[in-house]
Each structure stands twice: as C-alpha cells, then as structure tokens.
C-alpha cells in the first residue's frame, strides 16, 4: 500500500503543476482532476493538434459514467501520442484504473493518470516552458513531480536528464537555456558554506 503522506505530497505537487496552464475552470484537489478536463486543457496547451479538448460545458461533470468516458477519450490519445509523436510503446506504460479514477476519487489512479500527462509534457516541443513551470514551483513540489516523472515507463531516455536538471545534479548534463537546477544548486552550494563556516 502506499504511504498516505507520499500521495498527499506528489498530489499537491500536481494540482500546482497544472494550475500553471490555463485551465477551463479552476482546481483546488486532485478530485478535480477526476473528470480528465483539466489534464485535457494541460496537454491541449503542450499540444493542440493532438489534444483537442472535448465540446462540452467547462463546468464538473456529476455523473461518474461521462467522466469515465471523457478519461478513456484522454487515455486513449495519451497513449496514442506515446506510440505516435514520442515513439515510445504504450505498453510500457501505467495504465491507470479509469474506473476507479471516475467513480471514485481514487488518489493512486488519478496519480498515474496524472504521471502520465506530465511524462507527455516534459517530452514535448514546449519542454522548455514545462521545465520552467516546474522549476516555478516550491521545491517539495519539484521533488515530487521529479519522482513521479521517473515512475513513467517509457520516458526513460529523457527522464534522466529532466530530473539531473530539476534536481541541480551535477554530470554529463550540459547547462541549458532554461536555467534549471541554478536555483536548486545556488541553494546547495550556499547550505554547503554555512555548514562548513
């Protein structure tokens, strides 16, 4: 079973990461994600040709049966995006319970579903403003969105070098324009000095 505490901090971490896209309506907990419209307006942000969001009212869908199909109309070009834009098999990855997501609330699911998102996001054309939305956020919850970039399966050939930049790591990974890790090395480079003073 997972460690409540661990759920609580990755779900903060992501209704932070997607309150940095502009949204259709407003979310406040991860049970607002429940619906996929508000991961439909993130990836629709990354990629609009892809992620076309669907004609409906922007306004929470109270029947579990339409958010059920609104997430397997997300699932399905999330997957479809993997195998087609990234070249990365679909199988390889989490395949959430939409079920459970949809009629439940289920904290765990709607994670992997979110996991997802972020796996397609920190790949695509507009990493570079992703990765800024992210370095953006406190640093808990860039810790956190590392992790969970590095639960994706199949991102493997670019999460390493997302999280050595999110996290400031130093190694093979060559300073970029968008800055990441400068804060978080600035951070350990000025703790390491009060240790040692």
């Not at 629709?44 to 958010?67: G, K, T, Y």
């Not at 956020?137 to 969970?148: F, N, P, V």
């Not at 999110?166 to 968008?178: E, R």
């Amino acid at each position: 079973m997972a460690d409540p505490s661990k759920l609580a901090k990755e779900s903060a971490a992501f209704v932070a990461w997607v309150g940095t896209f502009p949204l259709s309506r407003p979310i406040n907990s991860l049970a607002d994600l429940s619906d996929g419209a508000a991961l439909f307006d993130v990836l629709s942000s990354i990629d609009a040709q892809n992620f076309r969001p669907p004609s409906r009212p922007p306004q929470a869908m109270e029947n579990w049966v339409l958010r059920f199909s609104s997430l397997k109309r997300l699932y399905r070009l999330i997957t479809q995006y993997y195998a087609d834009v990234l070249h990365q098999p679909a199988s390889a990855l989490e395949v959430p319970d939409l079920q459970a997501v949809a009629k439940d609330y289920n904290v765990p699911e709607t994670l992997r579903l979110c996991r997802l998102a972020i796996g397609i996001a920190v790949q695509s054309e507009k990493r570079k403003e992703v990765i800024e939305g992210i370095q953006g956020l406190e640093e808990s919850h860039q810790s956190s969105l590392m992790r969970a970039i590095e639960k994706v399966k199949g991102v493997a050939l670019r999460v390493g070098d997302v999280s050595t930049r999110l996290l400031g790591h130093s190694g093979n990974v060559q300073a970029d324009a968008t800055g990441l890790g400068r804060h978080r090395t600035a951070t350990h480079d000025r703790v390491r000095k009060h240790v040692r003073g």
